[in-house]
């Protein structure tokens, strides 16, 4: 299964791609996680919030490849334990179907991308930085993958 991390947002921090890559590069090809950046919409004086989210909404569906799982970054999402999160994973494993997972631009994604999401997944209550966010996902999809792996990494 491949996991496709369709982000908004390009050109991180050394720090951002050296914590996304240590993650990476431990996950097994069974379970794998793709890059994907995408422009940010040109902001502007004459734009608007709602113009910027539709024009980014369009170049997320562009990158989701066929057939794959939405599954969108949302701050009003469910916040799943570390548990729980594997075994999301786990049902993703089982489909045998890709996940696209979506983090939006810093105006955070069109209402309409949402709702087409097959699921809403919310990091935290606090607001975090995208660069971090990057970081925090690969990290926790390393983690799920140890803990359905019995792997020492996930203590409880």
Known sequence: ????FIVVGQKMPVWVQTGYAEYVKRLPKACTLKLVELPMAT?????????YKTEEAKRILAAVPKGAKLIVLDE??????????SQKL?????????VALVV?????????????????????K???????VRVLVAEQIYRAWSVLQNHPYHRE
Do not use: Y
């Open 104 to 124: 939006g631009g810093p105006d955070g994604l069109d209402a309409s991308l949402i709702q087409q999401a097959e699921w809403k997944w919310g990091l935290s």
């Open 76 to 85: 009003k999402g469910q916040e799943p334990s570390t548990v729980q999160f």
């Open 90 to 98: 786990d049902d993703w494993l089982a489909s045998g179907q890709d």
């Open 1 to 4: 299964m491949n996991i496709h």
């Open 43 to 51: 902001r502007g004086k004459s734009g608007s919030v709602a113009q």
């Open 126 to 132: 606090l607001t975090l930085p995208h660069p971090l």
